[in-house]
């Protein structure tokens, strides 16, 4: 008897999993499908404009593309004009859906074609559906020597990114940058509620600062190589120690570059998840080859998203 209710147990969680699990849905499927790697998605705040970086299938390329919605339905992709000649990523729309800051290892002028290191750079534009401007460095206290990365900013103008400071000896942590008087302090680090010796990257952080979802790359309690976390600001204004957001969202792959829609409460993200079928039940003709080889979660980078309503 004891073996009988542990099956129905086990049954009922499985099938309460998959149901589940089935809430994490692909996002411009039919756009992403065009690109090998698609991943880093910014939403304008009106939603009806959507950026992501599409990457070559070893991610050697990558530029900034962009697709309007329109009468319900997401068309026009488009290379940004001031992408598509160097290594260009995670896009952040500011609140007035003017300004679209990004990293990239672009020269810092015209008069050089090398590319240095890593850096947040930003376009703006004099209304909506106007012509973006050149790209524009953030300089200095944003960017250094080192390596910058996914850049959010709030409300309060705050900028958060990702650094990889080779001074700390450590790996990739999150740091903002706050603003004060017209300007923007020397970034400081996280504290080790959110970061640690381990990788720590990609943050998206709400525009009031009240959360912060971000990915850990291989920590213990992990499902896969990298999963989202989520921490909340508390009454004391430090951040909560953050927590695993659990399997409904992050897979036994990498899992990351999280963006929210705050008025639904709907969860943007990045994965490598992989449901390849291996076995069949009869042989493959080309076009169900084809159809195989060409899903959607195949293991490569693509956008999806989910309700996190309850994490509310």
């Given at each position: 008897m004891k073996s009988l209710v542990f099956i129905?147990?086990?049954f009922n969680t499985l099938v309460y999993s998959q149901s589940e699990n089935k809430s994490t849905t692909p996002f411009l499927e039919d756009i992403v499908s065009q690109f090998p790697n698609a991943r880093d998605?910014?939403?304008?705040?009106n939603l009806n404009e959507a950026v992501f970086s599409a990457q070559s299938i070893m991610g050697e390329v990558s530029a900034l593309v962009s697709v309007t919605l329109k009468?319900?339905?997401?068309?026009?992709?488009k290379v940004?004009?001031?992408s598509g000649r160097y290594f260009d990523i995670e896009p952040f729309f500011s609140k007035d859906g003017l300004t679209l800051y990004f990293a990239s290892n672009r020269p810092l002028d015209h008069t050089s074609q090398t590319t240095k290191d890593f850096d947040i750079w930003y376009a703006t534009r004099p209304k909506k559906n106007a012509d973006w401007s050149e790209a524009k460095n953030m300089g200095a206290p944003i960017n250094s020597?080192?390596?910058?990365?996914?850049?959010?900013i709030t409300n309060s103008k705050n900028f958060y990114f990702t650094l990889d400071n080779k001074n700390l000896k450590r790996k990739d942590d999150i740091y903002?940058?706050?603003?004060?008087n017209g300007v923007y302090n020397t970034p400081k680090v996280l504290s080790d509620a959110i970061n640690s010796d381990g990788y720590e990257f990609n943050a998206y952080i709400a525009p009031d600062e009240s959360f912060l979802i971000y990915t850990c790359y291989n920590r213990k309690e992990g499902l896969g190589s990298g999963d989202l976390y989520i921490s909340y600001k508390q009454d004391n204004e430090e951040w909560s120690?953050?927590?695993n957001m659990g399997e409904n969202i992050n897979s036994n792959k990498m899992d990351y570059c999280p963006f929210v829609d705050i008025k639904t409460k709907t969860l943007y993200f990045t994965s490598k998840r992989n449901a390849t079928k291996t076995t069949f039940d009869t042989t493959l003709d080309i076009e169900g080859l084809k159809k195989v080889l060409n899903s959607y979660d195949n293991g490569l980078s693509r956008l999806y998203k989910t309700s996190i309503i309850k994490f509310f």
């Open positions: 129905i147990l086990f998605l910014a939403l304008s705040p009468d319900g339905k997401w068309a026009s992709e940004l004009p001031f020597q080192m390596d910058e990365f996914y850049p959010v903002v940058s706050t603003f004060e120690i953050a927590k």
